[in-house]
């Protein structure tokens, strides 16, 4: 607990110094506050409306996490698809790299055609953010297994279902927590871009909404929330990876 503690010191000071600049800074250069607010009015912003931001930070975080548990089904199964069929290497792969190409904010427009400005709409936008790091990085962490064991695993009369589950998923596991652990991140955004083409709430549409009544402090208010959000996801997949791998450490 103390090595954690010290390991917290730094991070905890740069982040309070950031606070002093943005507080002091914005006071001693006179900034106009539906610029950039002072941070205590922020705060004061946040606290008053709470209630308001509590729900539709709810809001952000089921439609965060509902995309992202999705991204991981199908993206796992692309990858092992990618593994074990060479003609998926050779075209889904390729397909699903050459995907990225297209900014996804050309993408959610269709997103709201196809689905409306109901929740799936920014669940597919949620899914187009987060499916990609995790289907790439688990597909690599497929053709990272070492093929000696998988050989001797052969000789042993291993099965297909052996070969999965006790040499190429565990082989897998610290590639998928990579492209969890990103997706986690990126899942906040995707959430948070489909709000903003059409939604009635989430931290998307407070924000928008207070960013046209020139409420700077609201804006920042749900900012900060948003990178609080994305922070715990971050940590929530952190402590997963090493929860699950701690294996590899004994």
Request: proline share 4%; aromatic share 12%; charged share 15%.
């Amino acid at each position: 607990m103390k090595r954690k503690v010290s390991a917290s010191i730094p991070v905890i000071v740069f982040v309070l110094l950031l606070a002093v600049i943005w507080e002091v800074g914005t006071s001693v250069f006179d900034v106009p506050h539906y610029i950039i607010p002072k941070l205590s009015d922020v705060f004061v912003s946040m606290w008053d409306n709470r209630a308001l931001l509590g729900k539709h930070w709810l809001v952000t975080l089921w439609e965060a996490l509902l995309g992202l548990g999705i991204s991981i089904v199908i993206g796992t199964l692309a990858a092992i698809w990618i593994d074990r069929s060479t003609l998926a290497r050779k075209t889904i792969y390729p397909l699903i790299v050459g995907s990225q190409t297209i900014p996804i904010i050309v993408l959610s427009p269709i997103m709201v055609m196809w689905f409306g400005y109901e929740i799936w709409s920014k669940i597919t936008v949620v899914i187009l953010f987060t499916f990609f790091s995790i289907a790439v990085n688990t597909a690599d962490g497929f053709r990272s297994a070492d093929p000696d064991i998988g050989a001797l695993m052969k000789t042993m009369g291993a099965s297909k279902r052996d070969l999965l589950l006790k040499w190429k998923l565990p082989s897998a596991l610290p590639g998928f927590f990579t492209g969890l652990k990103m997706a986690a991140a990126f899942s906040v955004g995707g959430a948070t871009l489909g709000e903003w083409l059409g939604g009635e709430n989430g931290l998307g549409v407070y924000t928008k909404r207070a960013s046209n009544m020139l409420r700077a402090d609201a804006v920042f208010s749900g900012v900060l929330l948003l990178s609080a959000m994305g922070i715990l996801l971050f940590l929530a997949a952190l402590w997963l990876e090493k929860a699950v791998l701690a294996y590899r450490r004994t």
